[in-house]
C-alpha cells in the first residue's frame, strides 16, 4: 500500500475513509463539503508556517520526541504517534524503517531515507499538537450522518483529522 501522504488528494481521501471504522456506514450527505473543510484546513495551516524547520517548532513549543527501537508489528504498522497529555511524538523506527520507507513510490525516492521521512512523521503529528492546542480538533468540527438500519447518527469521522493532517504535511514540504 503506498501511504498516504504520496498519493494525490482523491487517492488520499478514499485511502483514509477506508481505514475508519464507519467506513460502511457513512452517509453520502454533505460528506464532499465535510472532506473538503478537513482538507482546506491541513493546506490553510501549512501556508502560514512552511518557511520553518519543523525540528524548530517542535523545540518551541516543547514537545518531546521520543524514537520507538524495538515495537514492529507489520500486521498493525504504526509509525508515529502523538500524546496530547504528555505532549510527546513517538516514532516507531522499526515499522518506518521496514514498511514505510520501501513502500515510497519511485517517483518520490527523495523521500526514500529515513532521517528525511522522520520529518514527514515530526510535521503529520505537529499538526495533531495544534488540534489539540489551538484550533481543535478536525474531527470535532462537522460530525457525519452514519446510517445503523434505519437509524441515522451522527458521529466524529477521525478520518478528518488525518486528511488534514496529511494535507498538512503535503502542501508543507509540496508533496505534489
Ligand atoms: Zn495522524
Known sequence: MIPSVFLDKQQLISQELKFDIY??????LNLNDILEMAWDRGIKEAKKIKDKNIRQLIFQENILVETDEKSYNPDYAIFSDYNSGEKKI???????????????PDNYIFWRDYEKVVDL?????????????YIGLTSEIKKIQ????????????????EIAAHAFVKEFYDIW
Open 23 to 28: 467506513y460502511n456506514r457513512i452517509s453520502e
Open 90 to 104: 513517538t516514532l516507531y523506527k522499526k515499522n518506518i524503517q521496514n514498511i514505510f520507507v520501501p513502500s515510497i
Open 121 to 133: 512523521f515530526l510535521t503529520h503529528e505537529y499538526f495533531h499538537h495544534l488540534e489539540t492546542k
Open 146 to 161: 452514519i446510517k445503523i438500519g434505519p437509524f441515522v447518527l451522527k458521529r466524529k469521522l477521525r478520518a478528518l483529522s
